[in-house]
Nanobody, 123 residues
Framework: QLVESGGGSVQAGGSLRLSCSAS?????????MAWFRQAPGKEREIVAG???????HYLDSVEGRFTISKDNAKNTLDLQMNSLKPDDTATYYC???????????????????WGQGTQVTVS
């Protein structure tokens, strides 16, 4: 239902742009959308999310470096990642929830739609 693209390997300080595409039905049903990541041996954590009305929210460690955006006409969700650090290395997942009001405290179980993930490696 959600398909991520744009992952890859980059040196520290570099940039990557992740994109998530969805069907029109999924995109309209997912009132809030988010990017999660999971590093080896660690729990999955939310990185950034965007409200139904387009307001963005970020994990403290990525604030100012990452930008989440969505294009309702193209049914896509993007994550622009700048000034990447080795600690950003993880598999990144796109997710959507039918919840109307986004919160960084929403858990994985609150999300109805998930992508398969895309690997980001920063060396």
């Amino acid at each position: 239902q959600l398909v991520e693209s744009g992952g890859g390997s980059v040196q520290a300080g570099g940039s990557l742009r992740l994109s998530c595409s969805a069907s029109e039905y999924t995109f309209s049903s997912a009132h809030c959308m988010a990017w999660f990541r999971q590093a080896p041996g660690k729990e999955r954590e939310i990185v950034a999310g965007i409200d139904y009305d387009g307001r963005a929210h970020y994990l403290d460690s990525v604030e100012g470096r990452f930008t989440i955006s969505k294009d309702n006409a193209k049914n896509t969700l993007d994550l622009q990642m700048n000034s990447l650090k080795p600690d950003d290395t993880a598999t990144y997942y796109c997710a959507g929830t039918s919840v109307y009001k986004f919160s960084l405290r929403l858990g994985e179980n609150d999300y109805n739609y998930w992508g398969q993930g895309t690997q980001v490696t920063v060396s």
